[in-house]
């Protein structure tokens, strides 16, 4: 009877607390995870914000194929009429 006594103890007012701090430990670690990741992103986009005015930042550059736009003799004219 003993026995069935502490187990009941153990399982009705110690394996809660327990259960509630190992949960808030998890949620503040994972807030805090989460925070250092937001102050790094914004970190990063106000190092890579800082232009001048007017000044031109190319973050892609397409690669040279095999067609040339110098020898473009234009292209095929449509007509079209505007239809109201």
């Known amino acids: 009877m003993l026995k069935f006594l502490l187990i009941l103890f ?18 503040v670690s994972q807030l805090n995870k989460t925070q250092q990741d937001f102050q790094q992103k914004q970190q990063t986009y106000s190092n890579t914000s800082r232009k001048r005015e007017g000044e031109i930042d190319v973050d892609f550059i397409p690669p040279k ?19 109201k």
């Open 10 to 27: 153990l399982i009705l007012f110690i394996f809660p607390r327990l259960l509630k701090w190992a949960l808030r430990g998890f949620v």
């Open 65 to 83: 194929n095999g067609k040339s736009s110098e020898n473009f003799n234009g292209g095929e004219y449509i007509d079209y009429e505007e239809v």
